[in-house]
């Protein structure tokens, strides 16, 4: 009825109890005032009585209680005083019983109990006994619920705990064990009985009451974990079992958890420990329906916190053997709630894996362990598609990546890259990612082919296209973020012994090949780079040749060869190009000659055949001759064969001012400022001859079309070029070539701008400027400068 | 005036005192009135003895015919008011007929009295024990005066004395056993039980224990039977599960008990019975009825 009725009934039904407690209570103090002690019997008990009522939720009769409770201390003190009611306490306590109605009647003689263990009359456990089967007449929930919660509260201080006064004789902490703990059985089951009352309609309203009223039962547990002189002895063989007993027995989801709960949080950490098999055995027997793995969960971060707490507690770990028991038990309640979501069994893991690794670190096979039961689990499911528990997935993938700053040691877990198979593609990145980054957060270096081998397989995800991806779905921004994180973990894998280091990068190219076009961009130059340093450290160490398997730059060039060619199928010319070019000079560095030909041939073909974009043409033909510049392996014949190529090519550019600057860039193919480079005066001369004529042709192409010329800028470029040359002390440059160039340059601006305002070139005008300075620097270089008028 | 008012006066004052009757426990007993007084108690083989005064009002003699003391037992039965069983007569003459003049003493005695029966005073019946001081008179009539007293026997321990232990149930609906201690409880006894819940299908509310007097009169077709309840003392709070056992402490000394009284002199009998009433949410009752015997045990301090 009570749930049908509305809030404000209920405020008045709760008012109206206030008022039958206030008025009663004015009486009740009456008769205190007067030491009359029937009267005071007579008005308690009515107003008491005002507690029978069923019509209030919890709430409301907590508060009812509350304003009893108050009055009921006043009536304890004077139950206490025996001169103002002339009563022996023994007769007292026969005295209230004979109230008529049970509730009022219990109230007091809870109230007169209390005052009787006081008196030391009688020995406190026979109260304590006689008061806790007395209360069994309250088999209304919430009204017992609060008779014993009154009950517990004025024994409270009261127990024959270990130094209490009331301890001694026959009265042992037992007994105050054994009160407190029928006290608790009895309300549990009080508790737990609320939900078969009205009907079902309003269960999650009684769920609400009920919750509110946990704390009334919690509270005996607590003072179980508080009362003094329980030794794990105790603890073990009386007080656990008899709790757990109770918990298991009661069969309802709400009191099993919160009393599981408690039993966690209210109990030392060292008796939870000894007693974990008990514990343990309890869990695996709760409902179905109970979060078990909250419970876990909690009594797994208690224990590491134990565990963290002092080191001198860990050989209790080991003694008992804790990781085998939790291991046990979660596998237990695994395979027993069949209806535990992933998720369940999957956060289980994390909390165990959590556990291990704080309490036993230094033990792998236990991480395996736990992962590796994790992959059993994940095995029995059809494939992962819920979100939370792909979630703890990587929790649980990521807790040894965070533990143990050496990524390596990860890499040794043979159930990591098992568990990572289970999940879906995108998380699987996520967790590779993941692990990137965790390598690259501690800065750790990858130094055996084994573990890149390990390491690659992990992180597949990244490396190739798994099954079904669908590459339209892909984010362009995260996949290139992906692939930039490959890229640089390609660096962190480095070994000194050239050996070792040759393999790794067998292993990684062996991967990085089946990325496909895509992701070869990304991943290839930190390859080619990673292996031209190898080849640059074999250099510097000498060169041993040793033998035929062994790390030879020869072997690396090879395996560079093989690996740039990808790219042109990609297709992806101008980076490969751009490698190739960066290998023949590592070559050259060798002195491998033929090699590093072998690497211009290939650039130059790729120029050729794959590079139609005129823009790349240039940037490819500027890279081309920077490099071909640098390099002084070869022999006069291939070097001229490649230099003329790449005159030719500078020639053949489409438009005339790209046409004009790759051939003056061309001119330092023949003057090499070494001391044993080439320097071929005249050719350089040709060269920027050639140079002024397109620049030439370039301003009359430009004054034809436009009706005016363009700017002198590839002239004053050229001239540059010039005076560099001169300086350099090429013989066929002369001071009147640059004198006329001067000439030309004014000349054309001249006639460019003649009918507007001179408008001065800031480069030529530097460049002027340049001159001037060399020329009053005086010097050597000075002289030579001074045949030129300004 | 005077003349008047003596003649409507007894002519003399008669007052009955007992030897210890200083000493000697006072009880008090309800009268007709509905007034309370207190009357000497005794038990049986007691001698009863003491003094009447018979003191004629001033000026005033007093011509009698002899002076005798009664000690009557006496069943009265309300449905038969003033009819009087005596099932006990003793009879002491005091006087020889003769006249008095002044206050005059007399002694007497019934030594060791046979007194069976206890003072009972119940809904339809009552057991008086009572002196009876007659100055008998030829053509004025006598004057008769009366003095209650309370007469209550002590037994010793019943030294059989079984618990009781029943289960008792409706058919898949409630099944309980419940057990007292005793069968026979002394008047200032406890009862101690437990109520064990067997199977339970119905939402009890709560459940009491009452205890009730039957007292029948008369005999054969002219029976009469009230019963009352004296106590009802709540037990259970609530709706108990299966398996659940309630204790039973309930203290008699609050309630105004007798002794169980069987078939005392063929008039009436008194018997007592544990009712255990459960009540459900619909306000329906289940009760079962147990009797039991009350008698008076001899208190050690007094």
Partial sequence: MRTLAGVEDEDKWLAEGIAGIQHNAFFMHRALDANNLREVLKYSALMLSELRTSKLSPQKYYDLYMRAFDQLRQLEIFFKDESRHGLPVVDLYELVQHAGNILPRMYLLCTVGSVYIKSKQAPSKDVLKDLVEMCRGVQHPIRGLFLRSYLAQVSRDKLPEIGSDYEGDANTVMDAVEFVLQNFTEMNKLWVRIQHQGPGTVREKQEKERNELRDLVGKNLHVLGQIEGVDLEMYKETVLPRVLEQVVNCKDKLAQYYLMECIIQVFPDEYHLQTLETLLAACTQLMPTVDTKIVLTQLMDRLSNYAASSPDVLHEFLQVEAFAKLSNAIGKVIDTQLEMPIVGAMTLFVSLLTFTLRVHPDRLDYVDQVLGACVVKLSSVPKLEDARAMKQVVALLSAPLEKYSDIVTALTLSNYPRVMDHLDDGTNKVMAMLIIQSIMKTDSCISTADKVEVLFELIKGLIKDLDETNAEELDEEDFQEEQNSVARLIHMLDNEEPEEMLKIICVVRRHLMTGGPRRLPFTVPPLVFSAVRLVRQLESQGGDIAGEDSATPRKIFQILNQTIEVLTSVPCPELALRLYLQCAEAASDCDLEPVAYEFFTQAFMLYEEEIADSKAQVTAIHLIVGTLQRINVFGVENRDTLTHKATGYSARLLKKPDQCRAVYACSHLFWVDDPDGIKDGERVLLCLRRALRIANAAQQMASATRGSSGPVTLFVEILNKYIYFFEKGNPHITPSDIQSLIELINNEMQSDNGNTTIHSDPFFTSTLRYIKFIKQKGGLMGEKYDPIKL | ??????????????????????????????????????????????????????????????????????????????????????????????????????????????????????????????????????????????????????????????????????????????????????????????????????????????????????????????????????????????????????????????????????????????????????????DRRYFKQQEITLYRLKEETS
């Fill in chain 2, 1 to 282: 005036m005077n003349y008047l008012l003596g003649a409507f006066k007894p002519a003399c004052n008669i007052s009955i005192t007992f030897t210890d009757g200083k000493n000697r426990k006072q009880v008090p007993t309800k009268k007709d009135n509905g007034q309370i007084v207190m009357n000497p108690l005794f038990q049986s083989q007691e001698t009863i003895a003491g003094k009447i005064n018979i003191e004629p009002y001033q000026g005033k003699k007093v011509e009698h015919n002899g002076v005798k003391v009664e000690l009557l037992g006496q069943i009265e039965m309300y449905f038969d008011r003033g009819n009087f069983y005596d099932f006990t007569s003793l009879v002491r003459e005091i006087d020889v007929p003769g006249e008095i003049y002044e206050r005059k003493t007399y002694p007497f005695e019934f030594s060791s009295v046979e007194m069976p029966y206890e003072t009972y005073n119940g809904v339809n019946v009552r057991l008086r024990y009572v002196l009876k001081v007659t100055v008998t008179r030829g053509y004025a009539g006598s004057i008769v005066e009366y003095q209650d007293f309370v007469v209550r026997n002590y037994v010793p321990l019943p030294p059989i004395n079984n618990s009781i232990k029943m289960e008792v149930g409706i058919e898949d609906c409630l099944h309980i056993e419940f057990e007292y201690n005793k069968s026979k409880y002394h008047l200032k006894d406890v009862i101690l039980g437990k109520i064990y819940f067997l199977l339970v299908r119905i939402k009890i509310k709560n459940m009491d224990l009452e205890i009730r007097r039957r007292e029948s009169t008369g005999a054969g077709a002219n029976t009469h039977v009230e019963t009352e309840t004296l106590a009802k003392f709540e037990l259970m709070d609530g709706a108990p599960v299966r398996g659940e056992s309630i204790p039973v402490r309930v203290f008699l000394t609050p309630y105004d008990l007798t002794p169980t009284h069987k078939n005392i002199n063929n008039k009436f009998s008194v018997k007592y019975y544990l009712n255990l009433v459960l009540v459900d949410e619909e």
